[in-house]
């Protein structure tokens, strides 16, 4: 059973941080891509950011210099390190996985986590 756990949610104020993680199972983790999504109330879900198999990111430009995801492949887990989060950054984080980030919405979900950055 494959399984996406988001944690690392919670209450923060603007300009400050928050990792969140992604622990997966039942997947070859090392062999997928891995990424982040966010869906704020009343807006559609946007991709957040992207860390392939070989470790390549890839930022949407609002969070350029912000955010910096890892993964560690022993722990099959990824890190999303949130910082200078604006009220703007509220949102369900979700994690994916997939072979290709092209195919992440037919990919693994986890439930998602709450992000909420208050100003």
């Known amino acids: 059973q494959v399984q996406l756990v988001e944690s690392g949610g919670g209450l923060v104020q603007a300009g400050g941080s928050l990792t969140l993680s992604c622990a997966s199972s039942g997947i070859s983790f090392s062999i997928n891509d891995i990424g982040w999504y966010r869906q704020a109330a009343g807006k559609q879900r946007e991709l957040v950011a992207r860390?392939?198999?070989?470790?390549?990111?890839n930022y949407a430009d609002s969070m350029e210099g912000r955010f910096t995801l890892s993964r560690d492949n022993a722990k099959n887990t990824v890190y999303l390190q949130m910082d200078h989060l604006k009220p703007e950054d509220t949102a369900v984080y979700y994690c994916?996985?997939?072979?290709?980030?092209?195919?992440?919405?037919?990919?693994?979900w986890g439930q998602g986590t709450q992000v909420t950055v208050s100003s």
């Open positions: 994916v996985a997939a072979h290709s980030w092209l195919r992440f919405k037919e990919g693994f």
């Open positions: 860390i392939s198999s070989g470790g390549s990111t």
